[in-house]
């Protein structure tokens, strides 16, 4: 898959995850429609120039808008004028998916279930109940999209990140999904390192704030 297309895959599936109806095409990339506080429209662009960059950054200054842009912090960040704030990078990152052991160290339990729209959540929880991990998966056309994988601060570094990523591979290779693709944070990047994910780009973030 070129880079274009990794972008736009991890783009539809995190679309599907986070129940966002409306993706447009536009030039050198896709905008979503996602009508959140705060998060009202994403534009997403894998091909760019410097012009362009600097026209969507002018001409754009609705509140709750985010970019995504294929390229390094730097360069977004002096194409776009004082409104637009800039955001933590995100590492655009693929393994293949592959039946896979999950160990879920004691006494933690795990849950995997679908939801309506077929969007996987892998729970773990502690021995009272409480959700100390947790992660989504979206799956189309053979490619799922990991998204919000998260564990709480107390329970970090316990392996659990770890077995959400297994059970959710498991899961998604068990229904014939062959490449997993994320966006990762830092912490997220040392973790799908060492589960042997490859970083193919950075995701350069900015948005303008709503008051
Ligand atoms: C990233 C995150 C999910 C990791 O969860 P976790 O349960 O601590 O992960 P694990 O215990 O399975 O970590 C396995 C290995 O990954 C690496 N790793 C995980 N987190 C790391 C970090 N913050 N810094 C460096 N290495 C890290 C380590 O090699 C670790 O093994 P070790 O503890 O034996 O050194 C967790 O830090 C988190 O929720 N962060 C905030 C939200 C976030 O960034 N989510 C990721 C979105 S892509």
Known sequence: ????????????????????????????????DIGRPG???????????????REIGRNISTP??????????EELSAALPP????????????APLRPERVDVPPPYLLTVGADQSRVVTATIRDRSGETAASGRLAAAGGVGVIDQVETAPGHRRRGLGTAVIQALTDHAARQGVRLG????TDDGRALYRTLGWTSHTELATAFIPEP
């Open 39 to 53: 998060h009202r429209r994403r534009y997403v662009l894998h091909t760019w120039d410097p012009d362009y960059l």
């Open 1 to 32: 898959m070129s880079r274009a297309e990794l972008v736009i895959a991890w783009s539809r599936g995190w679309a599907r995850s986070r129940g966002v109806p409306a993706l447009v095409n536009i030039p050198g990339g896709l905008r979503l």
């Open 64 to 73: 709750g808008t985010w970019l995504k842009i294929d390229c390094a912090a």
């Open 181 to 184: 693709i994320l966006a990762a």
């Open 83 to 94: 409104h637009w704030q800039m955001f933590e990078t995100s590492y655009l990152m693929s």
